[in-house]
Every structure is written in structure tokens, then in C-alpha cells.
């Protein structure tokens, strides 16, 4: 028998968006490394020893950081931490067009890992964006300075571009149901629990909390210790190994009360969860009886 996934009760005592405004507190921007405006079909994987924030004000297309990779859209905002191997591809019709800025923050925030996905400023008022989009291209300008005043004053406009732009997204968030704060991904979560058996998808649960899909699927991963199709998979299979050991009713059947329209991809999916197909499944509990 296998044994039942839990789901991980993760307690932050503090918000990323405090963690991150924390570890910069003296962001120093690198002279030289820096441009303004970059656009590029395709950056292959690379890594550096520096932090770099990309902010796409352009375009749209693909972006691979690890081992995963995710979509890009216009007002999407990344940090690459030292080392994070990444890469951009860009859509065919849409270039991808990147403010960028690279900046080191010290020996005491060497082991700081900040999220790599910030959030969209899109969904913040076009003033809010027009004034945090005015931090960075001034900042751009300022580093590309050989001068140490340029470089200062580079620092202080992405401090205050990072300082604003976590505040302006953290009140969208606490506007839309307090979604920026942990426990909305406990009550989705909840909700899936209770619900595993309709057809749910992945914006239909964002838009429980009024966020973007893809930052919506990052935040429940960071607090819940899983993605939340994941959560839901696991939700239904559980389901499923408790119909298939105390009743005997078809596959199919079984399938669809857990939320599965195709027997098929249940057996699929059940396999790759438990290791059994649920047929060995019902088999080896009806020998454990």
C-alpha cells in the first residue's frame, strides 16, 4: 500500500515581498553591465554571479530559468539570482524587449534567494506603471555613467523602483481578497479538497483570488509546497484508491467520480502517483484484506 500524500502546512512568518525588501537593502548597481533597452529573438542559458532584474516592457515569448520554464508577457517582472541558469526566447511576431539592470548586494546577502517571478506590473494602474517604468529606464541611463555619483544615484532609483513596486503589487493583491497574504492558497487548496471531482482548471482557481494564472501558480507552489494541479491530482487520486478498495465499481466509473472524463488518462496518472495501475491497485487490497 502506498502511503498518503500530505500536503505540506507551510507558516511564513513573514511575506516574500518583506523577505525580498529586506535583502536590498543597499542594491549597488554594476557600472558597464547594463542597458536600457535590449531586444533579442533568443539569450541562450547562461549564468551569473550577480543579481539581475528584467523587466519586460515588450513583446512576449518564453522564459527558462533551471530546469522549468514558463511564458512571458508584456509588464512581466524576473530576478535571476547568482547562479540561476537562464534563457529567453522570444515569439515569432513579438520580440521580446527587456529594461535590465544588474546589481550585487553585498557578502552579508550571498545565500538570499529572491523569487525569481515578481508579479505584472500591468495590473496596476497605468500611473503606477508609468512612474515605476521612469525609475528603471532613468536608473539604465545613470549606470551606463563612469561615474561614481551616476552609479549611486542608479542604486538609489532601482531601491526605489523594487520599494514601490512591491508595495503597489502587494495592495493589488490585498484589494483582490487579500490574495497576497498566505492562507488564499490554504483556501483554494480547502476548495479543491471539497471540489476535486468537477472539472477545474488552472485560471479558474487564479481568478478565485484575482490574480494572473502563472503568478497565482507560483505563489500556491511557494506556500503549499506543490503546484496546484499537482495538489488536485493528488486530491483525486486519494479519492479514487478508496473507491477502488471498498467498492467494485467499474474503472471507468471510478474515473469519472473522481473527476477524470477519460478512464484512460486516470490509469495514467494513478500509475505515475501510487506505481500501481488501479486495477493491481483494487487487486493487492483485496489481498491485504
Given at each position: ?19 525580498l ?58 530576478v ?12 515569432k ?8 539592470l ?5 557578502k552579508?546577502w550571498l545565500?538570499?534567494?529572491?523569487p ?11 500611473g ?5 517604468e521612469?525609475?528603471?529606464?532613468r ?20 531601491k ?9 503589487l ?15 492558497s ?5 476548495y ?16 478565485m ?20 494541479m499537482v495538489?488536485?491530482s ?31 488518462h ?24
Amino acid at each position: 500500500m502506498t502511503k498518503r500524500i500530505e500536503s505540506y502546512d507551510y507558516k511564513p512568518e513573514k511575506t516574500w515581498q518583506d523577505q525580498l525588501l529586506e535583502s536590498l537593502n543597499e542594491p549597488t548597481v554594476i557600472f558597464g553591465q547594463n542597458m536600457s533597452v535590449h531586444t533579442a529573438r533568443m539569450v541562450s542559458g547562461h549564468t551569473h554571479d550577480f543579481w539581475q532584474l528584467d523587466y519586460v516592457s515588450k513583446g512576449s515569448g518564453t522564459i527558462g530559468i533551471a530546469s522549468t520554464e514558463q511564458p512571458v508577457r508584456q509588464g512581466d517582472l524576473f530576478v535571476l539570482n547568482p547562479g540561476d541558469l537562464h534563457e529567453f526566447t522570444s515569439s515569432k511576431d513579438q520580440p521580446i524587449e527587456r529594461i535590465m539592470l544588474k546589481f550585487s548586494l553585498g557578502k552579508k546577502w550571498l545565500n538570499v534567494r529572491i523569487p525569481n517571478y515578481l508579479g505584472n506590473l500591468t495590473r496596476l494602474p497605468r500611473g503606477q506603471q508609468r512612474e515605476l517604468e521612469f525609475y528603471l529606464r532613468r536608473a539604465c541611463i545613470e549606470a551606463n555613467k563612469p561615474d561614481k555619483a551616476n552609479i549611486q544615484i542608479a542604486s538609489a532609483l532601482l531601491k526605489g523602483f523594487l520599494i514601490s513596486s512591491m508595495r503597489y503589487l502587494k495592495e493589488v493583491d490585498v484589494v483582490a481578497g487579500e490574495c497576497g497574504q498566505h492562507g488564499s492558497s490554504q483556501r483554494v487548496l480547502d476548495y479543491i479538497r471539497k471540489h476535486y471531482d468537477k472539472r477545474l482548471t488552472l485560471s479558474e482557481l487564479a481568478n478565485m483570488c484575482g490574480l494572473h494564472p502563472q503568478y497565482f501558480c507560483h505563489r500556491f507552489s511557494v506556500e503549499i509546497g506543490m503546484s496546484p494541479m499537482v495538489a488536485l491530482s493528488n486530491e483525486r487520486i486519494e479519492a479514487a484508491k478508496k473507491l477502488l478498495a471498498n467498492t467494485y465499481l467499474p474503472i471507468a466509473e471510478v474515473a469519472a467520480r473522481v473527476g477524470y472524463n477519460d478512464a484512460y488518462h486516470f490509469s495514467k496518472r494513478f500509475k505515475q502517483i501510487t506505481g500501481l495501475s488501479p486495477k493491481h491497485y483494487r487487486d493487492q487490497s483485496d489481498h491485504n484484506i
